[in-house]
């Protein structure tokens, strides 16, 4: 399974940004896949994740309400929506699929990884 990740830029505070993730060489029928962010000498953070069956959200609480995201299942993508960017958003995004399918905030869950998108938030 191969993940690209896309959508990373500079914004200033308050303004939003939507990341894709589109999925490739996927062969399991059930997985989730989740958002994750890393900022230089932090530990990887967990943002949320979906199931891509059935379309469950589980999300970061300190994110919830800010972030948000979806999936278009005929497009393999997940997106992640985000509002009213503060500048401890910036890092570099991580999109991970789990072939367990449950939607988990363990990064060590997650048995693939895209190669990140740079969000700049500058205040």
């Known amino acids: 399974v191969q993940l690209q990740a896309s959508g990373g830029g500079s914004v200033q505070a308050g303004g939003s940004l939507r990341l894709s993730c589109v999925a490739s060489?996927?062969?399991?029928?059930?997985?989730?896949m989740g958002w994750f962010r890393q900022a230089p000498g932090k530990d990887r953070e967990f943002i949320g994740a979906?199931?891509?069956?059935?379309?469950?959200?589980y999300y970061n609480d300190s994110m919830k309400g800010r972030f948000t995201i979806s999936r278009d299942n005929a497009k393999n993508t997940i997106y992640l929506q985000m509002n009213s960017l503060k500048s401890e958003d910036t890092a570099v995004y991580l999109c991970?699929?789990?072939?367990?399918?449950?939607?988990?905030?363990?990064?060590?869950?997650?048995?693939?990884w895209g190669q990140g998108t740079l969000v700049t938030v500058s205040s």
């Open positions: 991970g699929e789990a072939k367990g399918g449950q939607a988990t905030k363990w990064a060590r869950d997650y048995d693939y």
């Open positions: 060489g996927r062969t399991a029928d059930s997985y989730a």
């Open positions: 979906i199931t891509w069956i059935g379309g469950a959200t």
